[in-house]
């Protein structure tokens, strides 16, 4: 026992130290870089304590983008969720499975950068499709990307475009590997249609359903490339998203000390995010 | 004993992490000495060298793809041209000058950043190479902005694209409605309302209401031709005064004329407008001018004329938006690479590089050369432009400035703010930012 326990050591220290060198140095490095005044660009440094995290926090812009990521992720996830686990329940039982599995899988596929460009394009007022599709049933052209009230919403539609093939792909799975006999038993004793998806289906697929709430959670505060192509964070700062802010401070300014300080909040946040959840998935797995 | 075997193996985990950490540290001390002995290893020039461009993408990347072709064949040196958008270009240069990683020889520098480059010691001095200055046959305005400080100092990068901002207008709806050519932005309105009222596929005017610096590049010149200056000389931001007021007065006039969906255009929105015919005027870059006369894709071809941006109440202040290459200092063949330069901006490469489309010569004889006037007819007034454009505030900070301004007009523009109390709070953080 012994030895096979230096042997599991042994056989973990080169994972134990890729993890030490690219993930724990470079957050312990963030963390200290937060409390530092870093100018990449000329190269000076000075220590600042929290002074960092107090701008940021006096910044209006940084809770403008706070706020807008927080909308963003609950909108986007929250449609994500539900859109993909309604298309997997119906698509499980139908018939032509495999075609239209790979069919709705094909925006996933895509690189976001691709699916930001042919987006602008169909979001255009004037030449994009989406206004003219709209023109044929008697709609007036909408203001997609240039109003300040749609272009966040505008951008929720793209993301939920692309990643509710995921939510579906992971959903399917998990309700494919319910087993044919719990229906079955359940039909003996006369339920229907929506018991079974109410109290089988439904309570089955939790663990799944709160992993891709997490993944998709822990992937949407991430959004970037879409803000970055369709409005550039604007008009005004409608679209600004944390990420956004992070980027312009770090990699326009190369005010590295701030925008390391932003970064900081923003783990924070997702750690948070992830905690409420894995709580949820230990639960219910104790439970099972 | 278990308890014993996990401490080792923490200490040595915390042992490694020790290591790579003074690794880096001392990477990154080093920076300091390589300058020195660098000196002493300067390439000789008789064996091939191989030099890397960081390169902003598209036409001028492409034309300069092309015409490094012939150089190698010459010299026997390889020339690689890396390509990439604007933002990634910035970062690229600055994190390898940063990371002394030298991986290019020579860089491409939109001319604002000078100020920021020149401050972080990024580039090399060109003076040892250039001993009697830049020759006089470059546009005065052009060489001014390579030189740190502005116009009076060292020479740091030498002009290479000669950008400058024109006004755009249909010569045929001027002449269908009987006008002179707008000469003000009073003009430019009261055309873009008749067109307006007047045409049904037309608009007046496009704006490239984009936030940061797509908007900011297309309102400065009417900042300007109210008569605004943007950083005072104490370099104090002067953004809400009258001027700035009245020209986004006027900004927000001319958006009612225009296309829906300003409030996002960037030049590409713009550049379709323009040759689909949509609009009327706009403000752009002379690199556009292939796009408005190609066959292929324009609905306007020879209708559009070029003239120099209207004026109000100063003179007409066109901006000037050069690229430079400079040498960053971590190049390994500053000699080759100073070489290179002096090649790729003389006459000959630059009216090779104006035919193969990379759009605006530095130098005032490839303007004039006669067979360029005649395939490209706006050469007359783009030259014209330059020598009488206005460069950017030179400061180190304009990045930010840019950035910032633009985001409130950008507000402005889309309605989320008044006029003045937009112009104020971009002003008030302009302070903050121009005070660190």
Redesign the interface.
């Known amino acids: 026992m012994?030895k096979s326990?230096?042997m599991t050591?042994i056989f973990l220290l080169p994972a134990?130290?890729v993890f030490?060198?690219l993930t724990?140095?470079p957050l312990l490095y963030a963390v200290v870089t937060s409390f530092y005044e870093l100018d990449?660009?000329?190269?000076d440094i000075s220590f600042i304590g929290l002074d960092n995290f107090n701008k940021l926090f006096e910044h209006d812009?940084f809770w403008i983008s706070l706020r807008n990521t927080i909308i963003f992720v609950i909108v986007a996830v929250l449609m994500e969720v539900l859109l993909g686990t309604a298309l997997a329940i119906y698509f499980n039982s139908g018939k032509g499975l495999k075609l239209i599995r790979t069919a709705i899988l094909l925006p996933m596929l895509l690189p976001p950068i691709t699916v930001a460009l042919t987006w602008k394009m169909m979001y255009?007022?004037?030449?994009g499709i989406i206004n003219y599709l709209l023109g044929w049933i008697g709609v007036a052209?909408i203001?997609w990307?240039?109003?300040?009230n749609l272009?966040l919403l505008s951008i929720i539609i793209t993301d939920v475009w692309q990643w509710t093939p995921f939510v579906f792909l992971i959903i399917l799975a998990s309700l494919q590997a319910i087993p044919e006999d719990i229906y079955e038993s359940a039909s003996v004793f006369g339920a229907n249609a929506s018991q079974c998806l109410r109290y089988i289906t439904l309570p089955l697929l939790k663990p799944a359903i709160i992993l891709v709430l997490l993944l998709r959670t822990i992937d949407t505060f991430q959004v970037f490339e879409k803000m970055y192509v369709?409005?550039?964070?604007?008009?005004?700062?409608?679209t600004?998203t944390i990420t956004f802010y992070i980027y312009?401070h770090g990699?326009?300014?190369?005010e590295t000390g701030y925008a390391t300080a932003a970064s900081i909040v923003l783990v924070l946040i997702i750690i948070l995010f992830s905690i409420f959840y894995l709580k949820r998935v230990l639960k219910t797995s104790n439970l099972s | 004993m278990y308890k014993t075997k996990r401490t080792v193996f923490i200490f040595l985990i915390l042992l490694i992490s020790l290591i790579v950490l003074t690794a880096c540290n001392k990477a990154s001390s080093s920076s300091g000495d390589e300058e020195t002995s660098k000196e002493d290893t300067k390439e000789a020039s008789t064996e091939p060298v191989e030099l890397t461009i960081a390169a902003r993408a598209g036409s001028m990347a492409d034309a300069l793809t092309e015409v490094v072709k012939q150089y190698e064949e010459e010299t026997g040196n390889k020339v690689n041209v890396n390509a990439m958008p604007y933002d990634n270009l910035k970062e690229t240069v600055v994190l390898d000058v940063r990371n002394n990683s030298g991986a290019f020889d020579l860089v491409m520098i939109d001319d604002p950043w000078m100020p920021e480059f020149a401050e972080g010691e990024l580039l090399t001095n060109l003076d040892s190479y250039f001993p009697d200055g830049l020759a006089s046959d470059f546009v005065q305005k052009s060489a001014a902005l390579g030189k740190v400080p502005y116009e009076t100092g060292s020479t740091y990068a030498v002009p290479f694209i000669g950008n400058v901002q024109m006004f755009f207008y249909r010569n045929d709806l001027v002449e269908k409605y009987d006008i002179d050519a707008p000469q003000t932005w009073d003009d430019v309105l009261a055309f873009a309302e008749t067109i307006k009222d007047e045409e049904q596929e037309t608009f007046g005017y496009a704006l490239r209401g984009q936030r940061g610096n797509p908007i900011v590049s297309n309102y400065l010149p009417l900042f300007w031709a109210y008569g605004g200056t943007v950083l005072d000389e104490n370099m104090k931001p002067q953004v809400n005064t009258e001027a700035g007021v009245k020209a986004m007065e006027m900004y927000m006039k001319l958006k009612e004329t225009g296309p829906k969906g300003v409030e996002t255009f960037d030049s590409d929105q713009i550049a379709t407008s323009l040759t689909q015919g949509q609009v009327a005027m706009t403000i752009a870059w002379p690199s556009w001018v292939s796009e408005v006369d190609n066959k292929e894709n324009s609905n306007v071809v020879g209708k559009v004329n070029f003239s120099a941006v209207p004026s109000q109440e100063s003179d007409a202040a066109a901006m000037i938006g050069n690229w430079l290459l400079g040498i960053p200092r971590t190049s390994q063949n500053t000699d080759a690479a100073a070489a290179f330069l002096e090649w790729v901006t003389s006459a000959e490469t630059q009216k090779e590089m104006t035919i193969l489309g990379a759009g605006a010569p530095t130098r005032v004889s490839v303007y004039e050369d006669p067979e360029l006037v005649e395939q490209y007819r706006h050469f007359p007034a783009q030259l014209e432009a330059l020598q009488n454009s206005v460069a950017r505030p030179r400061t180190s900070k304009w990045s930010q400035v840019e950035d910032t301004w633009g985001m409130y007009l950008s507000q402005i523009l889309a309605g989320q703010l008044d006029i003045q109390e937009g112009l104020d709070k971009a002003n008030e953080e302009l302070e903050g930012i121009l005070a660190k």
């Open positions: 012994r326990n230096t050591h134990v130290v030490l060198v724990v140095y990449f660009l000329k190269g812009v255009d007022y004037e030449f052209p203001e990307l240039s109003s300040s272009a369709l409005t550039g964070g604007g008009p005004g700062n409608a600004e312009r990699f326009r300014y190369f």
